[in-house]
């Protein structure tokens, strides 16, 4: 079983930065990929961006040149920086891993999921 921990979340003025962090723990996959959704209140849950164990990355384009995902294997803790936030980032933020073999956004392809983290960006 997989235990993702996210936090970082706030609230900030548009154009500022936020660090997510995802605390991964329990039976990790080796060959992966995890990623970082988003769903906004009425709105479906998107993929932002997924990193696998090769370091591959994709981002969605609604966030490419302003978001960056990485990993530190060693803390097994999964990062998203973002900066020059926008009002229409403001979201829960989710990780989610499993055993993919690339980086990946489609929701389907995940099993195990943390709890979220909120992000608020106001004008």
């Known amino acids: 079983q997989v235990q993702l921990v996210e936090s970082g979340g706030g609230s900030v003025q548009a154009g500022e930065s936020l660090r997510l962090s995802c605390a991964a723990s329990?039976?990790?996959?080796?060959?992966?990929?995890m990623a970082w959704f988003r769903q906004a209140p009425g709105k479906k849950r998107e993929g932002v961006a997924s990193?696998?164990?090769?370091?591959?990355?994709k981002y969605a384009d609604s966030v490419k040149g302003r978001f960056t995902i990485s990993q530190d294997n060693a803390k097994n803790t999964l990062y998203l920086q973002m900066n020059m936030l926008k009002p229409e980032d403001t979201a829960m933020y989710y990780c989610?891993?499993?055993?993919?073999?690339?980086?990946?956004?489609?929701?389907?392809?995940?099993?195990?999921w943390g709890q979220g983290t909120q992000v608020t960006v106001s004008s």
């Open positions: 989610a891993h499993d055993n993919n073999w690339a980086p990946t956004l489609v929701e389907s392809e995940y099993n195990n």
């Open positions: 329990g039976y990790l996959y080796s060959t992966y990929s």
């Open positions: 990193i696998d164990n090769n370091g591959r990355t």
